[in-house]
């Protein structure tokens, strides 16, 4: 969607801080695939570091299946497929877990917001079901922060 371009940055990362300031999550990022995008993204995190090359495989809607043999990579970090429902209407998610880390896996859920996603990395300890609901939920205000911004352009 070509008015996706036309939101300023600060709005989408006033979407990140809205997010971290629920305290379930450690990271997080707006992308887009039209080209592949990093919008926003938290400055302490690690997402930050995510490659088109990543998001172009993490939002690929041919091959998917692919997904759950070889895992999905997140700014080098290797994560398993749980849950994907990333292109199911009405649910737009997907759940994953990062793996091999020293400090433990963490929970990480990608929502379809528009033509943008959302991607969170859960706190140590929060398991990926709240973290989903809550990432669910966070969309839809973020869904209705691009409908306001863009009534007033």
């Known amino acids: 969607m070509q008015y996706i371009r036309d939101i ?3 709005v989408w990362q006033d979407c990140i801080t809205l997010f971290l300031q629920t305290g379930m999550c450690c990271d997080a990022a707006i992308v887009t695939n039209s080209p592949p995008w990093l919008l926003a993204f938290y400055p302490e995190g690690n997402l930050f570091q995510l490659t088109q090359e990543e998001i172009q495989i993490l939002l690929a809607r041919e091959g998917r299946d692919k997904l759950f043999l070889q895992g999905v990579t997140l700014a080098g970090t290797k994560c398993l497929l749980i849950r994907d429902n990333l292109y199911t209407e009405g649910n737009n998610t997907m759940d994953l877990r ?3 880390q020293s400090r433990g896996s963490q ?10 996603y959302l991607v969170v990395i859960g706190q140590k300890g929060t398991e990926g079901g709240p973290l ?3 990432a669910f939920e966070m969309a839809g205000y973020i869904k209705e922060a691009i409908h306001q911004h863009m009534a007033h352009l």
């Open 8 to 10: 300023r940055e600060d």
């Open 98 to 100: 990062t793996k091999g």
């Open 107 to 116: 929970a990480v859920t990608v929502v379809q917001i528009e033509s943008v």
């Open 132 to 134: 989903n609901l809550k």
